[in-house]
């Protein structure tokens, strides 16, 4: 399986093997306070799992592709 998690600001875009499966937008924690850092927690649930090539590097937005396939737009403009 193949992971790409892409966090910019209180978005976030999550693809497995290709397909995104979730796109959060004004994200915000139990409370309302907006979501714009913190931890990125990798887990498994009931069974053993191992991770590899794991690389984490900047971005300053979305590649094109990556926004078009999320569906984040506002005004018919993709999102940054």
Do not use: M, W
């Not at 915000?28 to 714009?36: A, E, M, P, Q, R």
């Not at 094109?64 to 984040?72: H, T, V």
């Amino acid at each position: 399986n193949h992971l790409e998690v892409y966090l910019l600001g209180d978005t976030a875009i999550h693809i497995a093997n290709g397909v995104v499966v979730l796109a959060i937008v004004n994200a915000v924690d139990g409370s309302g306070k907006t979501l714009t850092s913190g931890q990125i927690q990798l887990q498994s649930e009931a069974a053993e799992c191992f991770y590899k090539n794991i690389r984490i590097s900047p971005i300053k937005a979305y590649p094109a592709d990556i926004a078009a396939k999320a569906g984040l737009t506002v005004d018919g403009k993709t999102l940054p």
